[in-house]
């Protein structure tokens, strides 16, 4: 009868400590798919901002060829008798227009690439609440076939997946730069 005893104590100490350890990872977890589905919406927006400077970029400079190109031929004209006073307008006026797009092009470009920047800062982020995503429902996982198995060492193999999914969570929402490398390559 004492035998049995001391077994239902350990079963009901495991037992606490597999809905501790569950407990606990899953209100990470929560909080940091929230924080991990806001800096998606946020890389999202990076992107969609990113590509639309690229492309006034690319307008600028097709602009700017199509002025160039029209003042040469302007300049061309005014060599022609009766043309010279319309093509010398036409020349100040496209002599605007390219100095403008020459400095515009400068300018967009440095902010395509200003939001390329944050859009792969953001995905460091991304990666590590994804690396803390995975850890933790791998250590919820083992802590429950730990619990099932009735097996102590299950349950430590779980608290070390979850110790570094907590770790990767919390450089997530602490903007920490660790970057699990090897991961993100491997499930890339």
């Not at 690396?131 to 429950?144: N, P, Q, Y």
Request: aromatic share 8%.
């Amino acid at each position: 009868m004492d035998i049995e005893v001391s077994a239902e104590a350990k079963d009901k100490r495991l037992n606490r400590l597999v809905a501790v350890t569950v407990v606990i990872l899953s209100v990470v977890m929560g909080l940091g798919n929230i924080k991990d589905g806001n800096i998606v919406q946020n890389m999202a927006q990076a992107k969609a901002d990113s590509v639309d400077r690229w492309g006034e970029y690319q307008a600028t400079r097709t602009k700017l060829h199509i002025a160039e190109t029209a003042r040469g031929e302007m300049v061309v004209l005014a060599a022609t008798p009766g043309a010279k006073a319309a093509a010398s307008v036409a020349i100040v006026r496209l002599d605007g227009e390219i100095a403008k797009y020459r400095a515009e092009a400068p300018a967009l470009a440095k902010q395509a690439q200003g939001f390329a920047d944050r859009y792969d800062a953001l995905n460091v982020h991304d990666d590590q609440f994804d690396a803390s995503d995975a850890a933790l429902s791998t250590a919820i996982s083992v802590a429950a076939v730990a619990a099932l198995a009735e097996s102590f060492p299950l349950l430590v193999a779980g608290w070390v997946f979850g110790a570094f999914g907590l770790f990767m969570g919390l450089c997530g929402f602490a903007g920490w730069a660790f970057h699990p490398d090897v991961l993100s390559t491997f499930l890339g």
